[in-house]
C-alpha cells in the first residue's frame, strides 16, 4: 500500500476513520534526517499492509496538525488510533526501532495503556481540572517556538504515566493562554508549576535531568 499524503482536510477520513493504526511520518523538505527516514518508512508501509496505514504530513504546508500535535522536532513518527496519537518517535533512527515501535503498539491492549495521559490547560478548564482536581497538578508551561520546552517534553510526558493515579500532569501554552502564564507570574519556559487546589506550591524552570523532576515530585507527595 503506497503512503497516504495526511491533510487537515483528509484527517478524519484518513485518520480518525481508519480501520487500522496509522503510523504517520511528520517530515519537511529541508529537513535532512527526513530523507534518510524516508525509504524506512516506504517499506514498512508494504511490510505492514493489512495492519498499519503510513501516512505524511509536510509539516511547513499543515502547521495547524503540526501544533496540534506539538510536533517540535522532525522527523517525528507517530502512531494514530482513532485521531489520537498514542505513541511517537523521534528522530532518525535504524529500521529495528520502527519496527520494535510498530510491533509494541499493534497489541490493543497497550493501545489503551500508553495513550497520552497529558491534559491541556486552559483558562476554561482551569477550575475542573486544576482548582477541583483530587490529586496535585503538575503543569508544564511551554510554547511551541521555545527548544528547551522541546527537551522536557518527552520527560514530562513519562512522568504522566509513571505518577499516573498520584499526580495530574497537563501542559499550558504561554502563547495561547496570556491570561494564566500571567497570572501566575511564568517569565521563563519552560516552567514546571506544581499545584494543589489551584494555587502554585512550587516550581522548577528550565530544561533539567529527569532525577530532578522527579526529586521535585516526591518532595511535594510525601509532605
Given at each position: 500500500?503506497?503512503?497516504v ?5 483528509n ?5 480518525v ?43 511547513d504546508?499543515?502547521?495547524e ?8 522536532s522532525?522527523p ?7 485521531g ?28 489503551q ?15 475542573e ?29 513519562e ?56 526529586r ?8
Open positions: 500500500m503506497a503512503e499524503v495526511i491533510t487537515s482536510k484527517w478524519e477520513e484518513e485518520v476513520n481508519s480501520d487500522v493504526p496509522v503510523l504517520i511520518d511528520f517530515w519537511a523538505e529541508w529537513c535532512m534526517p527526513c530523507r534518510l527516514v524516508a525509504p524506512i518508512i516506504e517499506e514498512l508501509a508494504k511490510e505492514y499492509e493489512g495492519k498499519i496505514k503510513v501516512g505524511k504530513v509536510n509539516v504546508e499543515e502547521d496538525l503540526a501544533m496540534k500535535f506539538r510536533i517540535m522532525i517525528t513518527i507517530g502512531l494514530f488510533k482513532n489520537k496519537m498514542v505513541g511517537k518517535l523521534i528522530g532518525a533512527r535504524p529500521k529495528a526501532d520502527f519496527v520494535k515501535f510498530i510491533e509494541k503498539y499493534l497489541n490493543e491492549d497497550t493501545f495503556k500508553e495513550e497520552s495521559l497529558e491534559v491541556e490547560i486552559t483558562y476554561d478548564n482551569w477550575e481540572e486544576v482548582v477541583n482536581s483530587d490529586v496535585p497538578v503538575l503543569i508544564d508551561f511551554w510554547a511551541e517556538w521555545c527548544a528547551p520546552c522541546r527537551l522536557v517534553a518527552p520527560i514530562v510526558e512522568l504522566a504515566h509513571e505518577y499516573k493515579g498520584r499526580l495530574k500532569v497537563g501542559k499550558v501554552n504561554v502563547d495561547e493562554e496570556q491570561e494564566l502564564a500571567m497570572k501566575f507570574r511564568i517569565m521563563s519556559i519552560p516552567t514546571i508549576g506544581l499545584f494543589k487546589k489551584g494555587k502554585m506550591v512550587d516550581k522548577i524552570i528550565g530544561a533539567r535531568p529527569k532525577a530532578d523532576f522527579v521535585f515530585i516526591e518532595k511535594h507527595l510525601n509532605n
